[in-house]
């Protein structure tokens, strides 16, 4: 993945970052506030060689040097029970060793002859008084290891010059700091589980998603109606979803080497806004001038009429059941724009009646009729679909951005390959609304037809 594919990732998944964020926040605001008041008493001790300005110059520098080398053993000396047992003692303290040793750390700075004993503690007035005594009873212990066998002074001394004083605001705990690493660690983990669920995630949402399956880029992407909510955005010409809808007629213009004269759209799964794409798909076919005829071939469950607001019965079922002419129930729209071919009776097996002999009448008669002819004719989940692609010039699949999966487009396909029917290529549905533009002044938005030969289709699907 690309840095901008990371950019568009977490804006899709900006919800899972931002909830792991405010969760880490709260965590760190929470330990902040709940966690106990510690306060630290530092005391500092200088070590240097005993008799040091008895001694020469030389001297005096290997002296420093032998003190500045053996500083980190002297720290190390805090911890013997010399030390501990000592300061317990002195300050008659309620502790364990182990627990005195927590609260104590001793260090020199790199380069120095100072020894800095910080003690952590809750009661301000107490670590103040460990830290001195531990740097008493260590100078003290230093002191006497220092002390050559057979004398009666060490060879260096240990002084404490700066006692620890009672610390007056505590180190810990530090709320803005946990908060801020809060945050970070919750954007760490917003991130995190943006990835799993990117991963987890089968949906298609993006064009490359689809491409991924399909190996090629959908004909195009068309948003969910205009911001009023009309869902037949083709009427408005000067629209940017009737622009959409352009682009896919137009790409489907050059998906055969023939003039397309007509094609099923379906879907791998229901309610995927099919009925929408189709209905819009025949009103930009019959905008740019071509005859076309809409036909409801979803004997199970039709949904044109409603999109359209036609009556949806009687229609194909039963024409095809011998029970009405087709006159009689093709209905012009929109003072004859396009015909409508409602769904009307539902057999109890639609998959044969579409099979028969009666459909493949029906389809041929459309066709010499029309300039194209748009089916829709349901999901890839029944068998109806393929009944009628097989028969038709292409098969156009609507892929619902955020809803179908990739497993539903991959079975989609391979059951109409499976079924002998040509897939024309897919179309997104439900993406991101551009902007709306006007192509021109004024506000004109009168239906403009070109006049076509009969049967001509460019560039019109």
Not at 265 to 270: F, I, L, R
Not at 362 to 375: I, K, N, P, W
Request: with cysteine; net charge negative.
């Amino acid at each position: 993945m690309t840095f901008l594919d990371y950019l568009a990732l977490l804006q899709r998944r900006w919800r899972a970052c931002v909830s792991m964020i405010a969760v880490g926040l709260l965590v760190g605001l929470g330990l902040g506030l709940l966690a106990e008041e510690q306060y630290v008493a530092i005391a500092r001790s200088f070590v240097t060689v005993a008799d040091e300005d008895a001694a020469g110059a030389g001297e005096s520098f290997q002296g420093a040097q032998f003190v500045t080398q053996r500083m980190v053993s002297y720290a190390a000396l805090s911890t013997s029970p010399t030390v501990v047992d000592g300061v317990l003692e002195a300050l008659d303290l309620d502790l364990t060793p182990s627990e005195l040793n927590d609260m104590v750390d001793v260090s020199s700075p790199t380069g120095t002859v100072m020894l800095e004993v910080a003690v952590r503690n809750r009661d301000q007035e107490l670590a103040a008084a460990v830290a001195d005594e531990v740097s008493e009873q260590l100078g003290l212990l230093i002191e006497e290891v220092e002390t050559p066998r057979g004398l009666a002074a060490s060879s260096v001394e240990v002084v404490l010059t700066h006692p620890a004083a009672v610390p007056t605001e505590p180190s810990s705990p530090r709320v803005r700091l946990g908060i801020l690493l809060g945050g970070v660690v919750g954007a760490a983990a917003g991130v995190l589980l943006a990835l799993v669920r990117e991963h987890a995630d089968r949906r298609l949402r993006t064009a490359a998603d689809v491409r991924a399956v399909t190996g090629t880029r959908p004909l195009g992407s068309t948003s969910d109606g205009d911001p009023a909510g009309e869902p037949l955005v083709a009427l408005d010409q000067r629209s940017a979803g009737a622009e959409q809808y352009r682009a896919v007629r137009d790409a489907l213009a050059v998906t055969r080497a023939a003039p397309l004269r007509d094609l099923a759209v379906t879907s791998p799964t229901e309610g995927e806004g099919r009925a929408v794409e189709t209905a819009n798909l025949a009103i930009t076919g019959a905008l740019g001038g071509a005859r076309v005829c809409l036909v409801d071939a979803g004997l199970r469950q039709g949904a044109l009429s409603r999109v359209l607001g036609v009556e949806d019965d009687p229609g194909l079922g039963d024409v095809l059941v011998g029970d009405t002419e087709l006159a009689s129930v093709l209905h012009p729209w929109r003072d004859g724009l396009l015909h409508v071919l409602p769904a009307g009776l539902a057999p109890p097996d639609p998959a044969a009646l579409l099979a028969s002999e009666a459909m493949t009448l029906l389809v041929t008669e459309l066709r010499a009729r029309f300039d194209l002819v748009v089916y829709d004719v349901g999901a890839t989940d029944v068998a109806d679909a393929v009944v009628v692609a097989r028969a038709l010039d292409g098969v156009l699949v609507v892929v619902r951005a955020g809803r179908t999966t990739r497993e539903e487009l991959t079975d989609s396909l391979e059951t109409l390959r499976g079924g002998r029917a040509e897939v024309l290529g897919t179309v997104r549905s439900g993406g991101r609304r551009r902007r709306e533009r006007r192509a021109g002044r004024g506000g004109d938005q009168r239906r403009t037809h070109r006049a076509l030969e009969p049967n001509a289709m460019s560039p019109s699907v």
